[in-house]
């Protein structure tokens, strides 16, 4: 699995290159198009991949920056975009930075920068659960447990720093090793967070904002969107707690972790080969309709590039 993983991880860098040439080439974006910025205390390396506001930077940190020095980082820049905004991300950035769980990508350090701050976070290494389903055949639930249980358990804590993820999705899942999924992307502005089309509770889908009960549904979808269509209905009734409509009469993330004990003992997410995980991740990337999980066919997340490996 080791071996795999690393394989994945050097085929990633080198598809990432490609596109970022080919972006660069065709006047469509990409990181050549995007000068490396500079931040204080890091010196930073090639994109690691593309989130919504823009290319994900590997980074060390250099002597004197507020993270050991030497360690390799990835880097987020957010931008100003008025005071009331930046008010809303400073609070939610002062509760994350520092704070650790095993399943949420941790945020390092906060860098103000012209025009904003740059977000300075664990660097994950893996490929995707979007990469993942689109590699092989549908996960057991032995697996799933494995996958969501500690995810919810992730987002109880983090919904009880008052912090709602917004934007929880296959792409948004990096498998950093066995038994360790991490939710990345903590860092986005979840007022103006649009979410990925598939993923998004029903109230979201109507104008609402972005809350935890959000989090929990998405989080129930995505189990179902892991498995075996024969598998879905069982699955259905035994997360139907997450999946109500009505947001206030949904379960906590906390009673979703023990909703997913319940459905098998776990066991370790097998990832297939790396030539497989990178057919898998063209196929995931190029995966244009999007739709709720059905018994009959499988939902493929396309609103974010789900193949990129980033930290927070």
């Keep these: 699995m080791t071996r795999a993983r690393n394989a994945w991880t050097g085929l990633a860098w080198a598809m990432a290159r490609t596109r970022d040439q080919a972006g660069s080439r065709s006047g469509t974006g990409g990181a050549l198009a995007s000068p490396v910025p500079d931040i204080p205390g ?23 920056a507020a993270v050991a020095t030497g360690r390799s980082c990835a880097v987020s820049l957010l931008s100003g975009s008025g005071p009331d905004r930046e008010e809303q ?12 769980h095993e399943s949420l990508a941790e945020v390092l350090a906060v860098v103000p920068v012209a025009d904003g701050c740059a977000v300075v976070s664990e660097r994950l290494d893996g490929p995707t659960l979007a990469v993942l389903r689109a590699s092989r055949s549908a996960l057991t639930p032995a697996e799933i447990v494995s996958v969501i249980r ?11 720093l008052g912090v709602t993820h917004g934007d929880v999705s296959p792409a948004n899942v990096v498998l950093c090793g066995p038994g360790r999924p991490v939710l990345v992307d903590l860092v986005g502005e979840v007022a103006f967070e649009a979410g990925t089309r598939g993923f998004l509770a029903p109230e979201r889908v109507l104008g609402s904002a972005a809350g935890p009960s959000g989090d929990v549904w998405s989080l129930a979808t995505t189990a179902l969107w892991l498995a075996d269509a024969a598998e879905r209905s069982r699955l259905s009734e035994v997360l139907a707690p997450a999946l109500l409509a009505d947001p206030s009469a949904r379960c906590s993330a906390q009673r979703l972790a023990a909703l997913a004990a319940c459905l098998a003992e776990p066991c370790e997410v097998v990832l297939p080969a790396a030539s497989s995980l990178a057919q898998g991740s063209l196929r995931a990337r190029a995966a244009l309709e999007e739709t709720r999980p059905a018994a009959t066919r499988l939902p493929r997340p396309a609103r974010r590039d789900p193949g990129r490996h980033r930290g927070g």
Excluded: K
């Design 42 to 64: 890091f010196r930073l390396g090639p994109p690691l991949g593309f989130g919504a506001r823009g290319p994900v930077w590997s980074a060390t940190a250099l002597e004197g």
């Design 89 to 100: 991300q400073r609070r939610r950035l002062d509760a994350l930075v520092g704070w650790r």
């Design 150 to 160: 500690p995810l919810a358990d992730g987002l109880a804590r983090l919904h009880a």
